[in-house]
């Protein structure tokens, strides 16, 4: 006690020397908290933007549907079983067809993906209701993201034409109207996608009452079905790549993390490496005045962990502020980074759970105590007629 | 208590390695201290003087030979009880000051009474009371950068005399002192001798400490070559 309220002292009366330290301990603290909170805030968004507008509570492909094969979309759709009608009749699911077509903007021939949407859904957040406007007949409502429109160089009002082959094989052609241009968080479901009605891609395919996957309601994690044709796909199995390249950019933010801490600690042994040279007289005049050697290590390490506590105080003074306000308010993201491969939207929101602040605490508090107590090891070798001398 | 023997050294030596070779300090000091004694070492830079005192003040241990101090061997303590000795009974002057730069005046007096662990009204007293001593009441609250050469060796005094040790070690205490200054040190601690019977060692080789002096050990080449009585 005794040494705490002597350390307490050193460190209210140094001045500047503890004002350094505990700012770049409370920076460091801050930007720790904050680096963790945007990631953790992102990998959430990311999460949730997914299984709000693509993924929903889980999906039902055709059992020959392969995402990653697009000469296997000619043949994955087929008739909707009669008890997943029944869910899409509730409202617990919705239909999407997918095709495979060829579009040529600006006269250059671009693959791409025509789906079919039920504009009435209102199981993804997606705005197909717009696909209802449209009243010219002679052409196909559609509407496309961002990354799709700046892929192909198509703007809301434009004409393109495309070409598709019908269930039986047969090549037919038209004209898609581009009725608006859409922010998509999901690029799963944006490029070299056009999203149609769905009743207008069943008669242009010939197939009516068909589709390539359903797409289950966000609250709805099993619906059954008898059929053999249709196979559920659950969320866990549907954002498995997603979750598989968070973790990997968690790596990356594990290194920053370490950097920062790192940068903290260098901050603190420092300030302890250099008081223990600068301050080898007091150190000799603290023994003369009957102070044993070990006294004067817990003393100097103490000061070290005062430093830790007060840049947390000060830390969480102006952190938790300005960290509250982040989350509140969100930060907007450049278009550069919207158009990544993650679904980040606008704007993101960094979150900050209870876990974080205490671990980062934790971890930046037990590292100062540890970094403050190795350099003062050196002073058990210290004699203090030397140190008197300042030696 | 008066002419009671409080320290005694017997055949001190005191090597220091230098590279291969050793510097020997002291080469068999014999010396007895009694209670209340105003004495001095004196000698040239390098007779011993320093060293003699950090040993009689448990801060160095000899190489050979014993220094017993109220009682106790210097030898035999272990850093804990070196301490213990310090905190209790000793009283350090620096010929630097040493004061303690982020405390104030107050403060500085203060610390040998917390690590004495007296309470709060207790410290406040011996503190008043110590700088009452040496005249700084008005300077309770200084830093020790606000304070002159004359003033900071009076908190220093203050700071060894505040717990009334048995024993004030002074190295060259007046060594960064006017003249002026060195006669108000000296004749301030010479007065809490006789009032306090604290007896006082100098090392020193200043004209001016010497002329305040009851006996004058002398040393050279880590000897004594003479101990006059000058009462």
Redesign the interface.
Known sequence: MFLLKLALRNITHAGLRTWLNVIVLSLAFVSIVLTEGLYDGMSEQVRDAEIDSNVGGGQFWQKKYDPFDPFSFEISHSEIPSDLNKEIERGNASPVLIVSAAIFPRHIIQSVRLKGIDPDQKIVNLPASILKEHSDTTSIPGFIGFRMAKSAGLHAGDYVSARWRNIKGTFDAGDIKIIKVIDINSPLIDKDQIWVPLEKLRKIMQAPGQASIIIVHKGITKIHTSSRDWVFKDRNFLLKDLNENINRKKVYSTFFYVILIGMALLAVFDTQVLSIFKRRKEMGTLMALGMTKWNVIVLFAIEGCLAGILAFIAGSLYGFPLLSYLANKGIILPRMIQQSQFAIGLTLYPKYGLRLYIVTSLILFVSVIVVSFLPTRRITKLKPTDALRGK | MIDSKIIEVNNLIKDYSMGKQFFRALNGVNLSVNTGDFCGLVGPSGSGKTTLL?II?A??NPTGGDAIVMDKSVNSLN??EA??L???SIG?I?Q?Y?L????TVF?NVE??L????KNKTEREESVMRALEWVGLTDKANSKPNQLSGGESQRVAVA?AMVKIPRIVLADEPTANLDAANSHNILKTMQRLNLELKTTFIFATHDEKVIGYLRRKVMLNDGKVIDDINLS
Do not use: I, S
């Open positions: 950090n003040g801060l160095d850093h804990k301490a213990k310090r905190n209790e350090f620096f630097t040493n303690l730069p982020v405390y403060e610390f040998p917390l690590l004495l662990k700071r």
